[in-house]
C-alpha cells in the first residue's frame, strides 16, 4: 500500500507558469522527499524536508510541510518543457529500514 | 560506476519462465533496495539489504519472488514461475549509508513483461 496520495493525479500548464503539486501522508515522519521520473526511467531525487522544517528551496523548487495537517507541496516557478515527468513524494519514518514509501504521482505536462 | 546500473533493461517472459534482474549500486553504498513500479503508479517496496545481509524482506509478494546481495555490492531479484501479475518496473536503488534522511539513487529500471 502506498502511504502518500498526491494531488492532482494529472497536470498540464503553459510553459512559463507555476505549478503546485501536493502529498498528503498517513502517520508520524521523519522526512519527506520528492523524487522526478522521466518516461522510462528512474527516479532523481529533487529535494528533501526534515520533519522540523517548514519550508525548503532549491532553485525553482520550493517545497512545504505542514506536519499538523500531514501534507507537503512542491511548488516549480517558471516552468519548462523539459520539466515535464511524473513526480512523487515519499515519506521515511524514524527507524524505518524500509528508508522511504512513495505516494502515487503527479503527472505533470508543461506545454512549449 | 557513476550510478546505478541495472540490467537487462527489458525482459520479455513466457508465463512459468524464470527471470533474473541484476542491479550494480553505486561503488561503496552500503544500502540497496528493490521497488516494483506498475505502470502510472509509484515505486512499491520489495526488499532491503545493508551490505549482504537483507534485513527486510516484507515487500516480496510471493515466495516465488528471491533476492540477494551475496558480496554485499552487486543483487540480483529472482522470480520463479513468473505469472502475467509480475509484469511492471523493477526499480533498483542504493544509498550510502542506509540511515534516515538520506536520498536514493535509482537506476532506470528492468521492464519485465510475461506473456
Known amino acids: 500500500s502506498q502511504q502518500g496520495e498526491e494531488d492532482p493525479q494529472a497536470l498540464s500548464i503553459q510553459e512559463g507558469e507555476n505549478a503546485t503539486m501536493n502529498c498528503s501522508y498517513k502517520t508520524s515522519i521523519n522526512n519527506l522527499q520528492w523524487y522526478r521520473q522521466n518516461s522510462g526511467r528512474g527516479l532523481v531525487h529533487l529535494i528533501l524536508i526534515r520533519s522540523n522544517e517548514r519550508e525548503k528551496h532549491s532553485g525553482r523548487l520550493r517545497v512545504t510541510l505542514d506536519t499538523s495537517k500531514k501534507s507537503s507541496s512542491l511548488l516549480i516557478t517558471a516552468s519548462r518543457a523539459a520539466d515535464t515527468a511524473s513526480y512523487f513524494c515519499?515519506?521515511?519514518?524514524?527507524?524505518?529500514?524500509?528508508?522511504?514509501?512513495f505516494g502515487s504521482g503527479t503527472q505533470l505536462t508543461v506545454l512549449p | 560506476g557513476a550510478g546505478v546500473s541495472q540490467s537487462p533493461r527489458y525482459k520479455v517472459a513466457k508465463r512459468g519462465q524464470d527471470v533474473a534482474l541484476r542491479c550494480d549500486p553505486i561503488s561503496g553504498h552500503v544500502s540497496l533496495f528493490w521497488y516494483q513500479q506498475a505502470l502510472g503508479q509509484g515505486p512499491e517496496f520489495l526488499t532491503y539489504f545493508q551490505n549482504e545481509a537483507q534485513l527486510d524482506k516484507s515487500g516480496l509478494p510471493s515466495d516465488r519472488f528471491f533476492a540477494e546481495r551475496p558480496e554485499g555490492s552487486v543483487s540480483t531479484l529472482k522470480i520463479q514461475r513468473t505469472q502475467q501479475e509480475d509484469s511492471a518496473v523493477y526499480l533498483c536503488?542504493?544509498?550510502?549509508?542506509?540511515?534516515?534522511?538520506?536520498?536514493?539513487?535509482f537506476g532506470s529500471g528492468t521492464q519485465l513483461s510475461v506473456l
Open positions: 515519499a515519506t521515511g519514518y524514524s527507524g524505518s529500514a524500509r528508508q522511504l514509501t
Open positions: 536503488a542504493s544509498s550510502l549509508a542506509g540511515t534516515t534522511n538520506e536520498k536514493l539513487f
